[in-house]
């Protein structure tokens, strides 16, 4: 698909930050492979912006800064679900070292995570897995970055405890994120 095409159910790529030559280098050094096309194109495009009023995309040179992002996010999973271990996903356990943090839901402090293929199970794409805070839980949801955002804004299939009805997409200083939506009480 083509670049343009790619995320287009989210607006005009917005991205009040550019990507610098060679900034997904220390990314993927590492991570220790490359992260999949599509997920840098969203981040080319709406990177340090949020989607659907809550699920904020950190950009290499964004606010929080990605790789610190992935650093830190990473961590607090594997340190939070490891007493978990025996219940989750025997999915997540195959790639528990090298799931990839890739947004953070800021309404209840989910952590969106990309899944490295199986080629032994026939996978080619990097799946979606939401570790859920609130209820310690992770689901995993398949197809990449891509499908799970289609299936959240243009079908309305929000992950658990989501809320609906917020902005598409909006940069991360655009003062309706700090306000309620209309009708709504803080």
């Known amino acids: 698909m083509t670049?343009?095409?790619?995320?287009?159910?989210?607006?005009?790529?917005?991205?009040?930050?550019?990507?610098?030559?060679?900034?997904?280098?220390?990314?993927?050094?590492?991570?220790?492979?490359?992260?999949?096309?599509?997920?840098?194109?969203?981040?080319?495009?709406?990177?340090?912006?949020?989607?659907?009023?809550?699920?904020?995309?950190?950009?290499?040179?964004?606010?929080?800064?990605?790789?610190?992002?992935?650093?830190?996010?990473?961590?607090?999973?594997?340190?939070?679900?490891?007493?978990?271990?025996?219940?989750?996903?025997?999915?997540?356990?195959?790639?528990?070292?090298?799931?990839?943090?890739?947004a953070y839901h800021d309404w209840n402090g989910d952590t969106c995570f990309l899944l490295p293929p199986a080629p032994e199970r026939g996978e080619e794409v990097w799946n979606v897995g939401i570790a859920f805070r609130q209820c310690p839980d992770l689901e995993i949801f398949d197809g990449g970055v891509e499908n799970f955002l289609e299936m959240v804004i243009k079908k309305g299939e929000y992950p658990r405890g989501w809320p609906r009805g917020r902005p598409v997409w909006m940069p991360v200083d655009d003062p309706r994120l700090t306000e309620p939506p209309e009708g709504e009480r803080r």
């Not at 991205?15 to 220390?26: T, Y």
């Not at 990177?47 to 964004?62: M, R, T």
Request: aromatic share 12%; hydrophobic share 35%.
């Open 3 to 102: 670049l343009e095409r790619r995320f287009s159910f989210l607006g005009d790529r917005n991205s009040l930050r550019s990507l610098s030559d060679g900034c997904w280098a220390p990314i993927e050094e590492w991570l220790g492979e490359s992260l999949p096309g599509e997920y840098k194109d969203l981040v080319a495009g709406y990177g340090d912006g949020v989607i659907a009023g809550h699920l904020y995309i950190p950009h290499p040179s964004g606010s929080r800064g990605l790789l610190h992002f992935m650093q830190e996010e990473r961590k607090a999973f594997q340190e939070s679900y490891e007493p978990l271990k025996r219940w989750i996903n025997p999915r997540a356990l195959e790639v528990w070292e090298t799931v990839v943090p890739w």
